[in-house]
């Protein structure tokens, strides 16, 4: 099972992603954690993609590719995967259909989270998440416990260096300006999937699952 999950900033690719893949047993490739590990980690990587994240613009292609292809290339890959947030770029989505061709690899669908701008920003700017075990909240919709802190292993929670409003704003034009014509690439081949994502997440996910059809783990 290969799906690509997309959307723009905030719409829940991260939340759905997690529960899919614990329901269906597929690892989640997020393009944005794996940057944001390497930026925690002071690797060579995250040096590079550290600027262009805090900024909310796109890390250059060549970057996010290779990053991909040798992630997709690891032994947990070998029975599916879904992608979060690649690719986002025309570039990206035509080098990834070289790559899972030379895989013998078919993308089964790309489901796309449509949300509108104003919730997006709602979501992003009340978006707190835990450094050490990644859960996600939101300090209306889904708050902790006792706030600011992780109900999972009890870190303080943090918020992204890119959902400050000056980065949300960029984040957002540059989903507009390169990342939604990949709409139009997956339209063409029959694999786009609309969600509407106005929604909770247990709805949200409700739909996801009227089109993965039954899971088969869990
Ligand atoms: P995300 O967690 O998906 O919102 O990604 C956070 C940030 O990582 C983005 O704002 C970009 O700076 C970078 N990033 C993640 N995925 C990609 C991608 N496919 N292409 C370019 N930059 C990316």
Request: proline share 6%.
């Amino acid at each position: 099972m290969v799906y690509v999950l997309f959307g723009p900033p905030g719409a829940g690719k991260g939340t759905q992603g997690a529960r899919i893949a614990a329901q269906y047993g597929v690892p989640t490739i997020s393009t944005g954690a794996i940057f944001r590990d390497n930026v925690a980690a002071g690797t060579p990587l995250g040096l590079v993609a550290k600027d262009y994240m805090s900024r909310g613009q796109l890390v250059p292609d060549e970057i996010v590719v290779q990053l991909v292809k040798d992630r997709i290339s690891e032994p947990d890959c070998a029975g599916g995967f879904l992608l979060d947030g690649f690719p986002r770029t025309i570039n990206q989505a035509e080098i990834l259909e070289v790559m899972l061709n030379e895989a013998g690899v078919r993308i089964d669908g790309v489901l796309d989270f449509e949300v509108d701008e104003e919730e997006l920003i709602r979501r992003l700017s009340g978006r707190r998440t835990c450094g050490k075990c990644g859960a996600t909240y939101h300090i209306e919709a889904v708050p902790p416990r006792k706030a600011g802190i992780c109900d999972q292993c009890g870190s303080e929670l943090e918020q992204r260096a890119d959902d400050m409003p000056e980065a949300i704003r960029t984040r957002l034009r540059e989903y507009q300006a390169k990342t939604s014509p990949v709409l139009a690439f997956y339209r063409e081949r029959g694999l786009l999937r609309e969600i509407n994502a106005n929604a909770t997440p247990d709805e949200i996910y409700a739909r996801v699952e009227a089109i993965l059809g039954p899971a088969t783990v869990g």
